[in-house]
T-cell receptor
Framework: AQSVTQLDSQVPVFEEAPVELRCNYS??????LFWYVQYPNQGLQLLLK??????LVKGINGFEAEFNKSQTSFHLRKPSVHISDTAEYFC????????????FGKGTHLIIQP | DSGVTQTPKHLITATGQRVTLRCSPR?????VYWYQQSLDQGLQFLIQ???????AKGNILERFSAQQFPDLHSELNLSSLELGDSALYFC????????????FGQGTRLTVV
C-alpha cells in the first residue's frame, strides 16, 4: 500500500518570492508521482508527473519538481509565484500498472500575499 | 476543460435518500475512477471501472455502488444518504488502467441535509 504525506497544510508566501511545497511518499514498489492543482470551485488539473528518467520534472505554469528516491520525496517548486497561483496543491502516487487509482496527500493550501 | 463531464454540478438532498451522479469520460478513455473529497478525509479513491468491468475498489461504502455502461459513461449511486456523505465527488478518466495520467471532471458537490 502507498501513502503520501504533505508536510504543510498551508504555505503563505509573498508574491514574486520562491516557494517549495513538500511531499513525501511511502511505497514498497516503484511509483509514478504527480502534482495536481485545484483552484477554488474547480476540479483537479495536472501540473506535472514523474514516470521515469530525469529526476527533475518541469510542468505547467512554471512549476517543477524533483524526484529523490533515497529520501522518498517529490517536492514542488516555483522560483517566483504570482497571485494567480493561490490554490490547493495535491501530491499523488500510483503504482505502475496498478489499478487502484491515485493515492493523494491531504493537500497544501498555497496563499500568495501581495 | 479536461474533457470529462460530470452532472449535476450541485445536488442537495435529504438524509435517507438515494442519488445518482453521472460521468462522461474523455473521448477514447476506457477507464473511469470515482473519488470522494471531504474536509476530514481528503481525496479518497472509491472505485474504478475499465471498459465496463469493475477493476478496483477503494474506500467505497456498501451503500454506494457504481457501474460503467457500454457507451463508457459511468454512474455512481449513493443510497441511504447520511449527513457525513456530504462531499465533492470527482470522476476521472484515463486511457487504460494504470495509465500514467488521469483527467478529472469538475466534480459534483453533494449536500445532505
Amino acid at each position: 500500500a502507498q501513502s503520501v504525506t504533505q508536510l504543510d497544510s498551508q504555505v503563505p508566501v509573498f508574491e514574486e518570492a520562491p516557494v517549495e511545497l513538500r511531499c513525501n511518499y511511502s511505497s514498497s514498489v516503484s511509483v509514478y508521482l504527480f502534482w495536481y492543482v485545484q483552484y477554488p470551485n474547480q476540479g483537479l488539473q495536472l501540473l506535472l508527473k514523474y514516470l521515469s528518467g530525469s529526476t527533475l520534472v518541469k510542468g505547467i505554469n512554471g512549476f517543477e519538481a524533483e524526484f529523490n528516491k533515497s529520501q522518498t520525496s517529490f517536492h514542488l517548486r516555483k522560483p517566483s509565484v504570482h497571485i494567480s497561483d493561490t490554490a490547493e496543491y495535491f501530491c499523488a502516487v500510483s503504482e505502475p500498472g496498478g489499478a487502484d487509482g491515485l493515492t493523494f496527500g491531504k493537500g497544501t493550501h498555497l496563499i500568495i500575499q501581495p | 476543460d479536461s474533457g470529462v463531464t460530470q452532472t449535476p454540478k450541485h445536488l442537495i438532498t435529504a438524509t435517507g435518500q438515494r442519488v445518482t451522479l453521472r460521468c462522461s469520460p474523455r473521448s477514447g478513455d476506457l477507464s473511469v475512477y470515482w473519488y470522494q473529497q471531504s474536509l476530514d478525509q481528503g481525496l479518497q479513491f472509491l472505485i474504478q471501472y475499465y471498459n465496463g468491468e469493475e477493476r478496483a475498489k477503494g474506500n467505497i461504502l456498501e451503500r454506494f455502488s457504481a457501474q460503467q455502461f457500454p457507451d463508457l459513461h459511468s454512474e455512481l449511486n449513493l443510497s441511504s444518504l447520511e449527513l457525513g456523505d456530504s462531499a465533492l465527488y470527482f470522476c476521472a478518466s484515463s486511457v487504460a488502467p494504470g495509465y500514467t495520467e488521469a483527467f478529472f471532471g469538475q466534480g459534483t458537490r453533494l449536500t445532505v441535509v
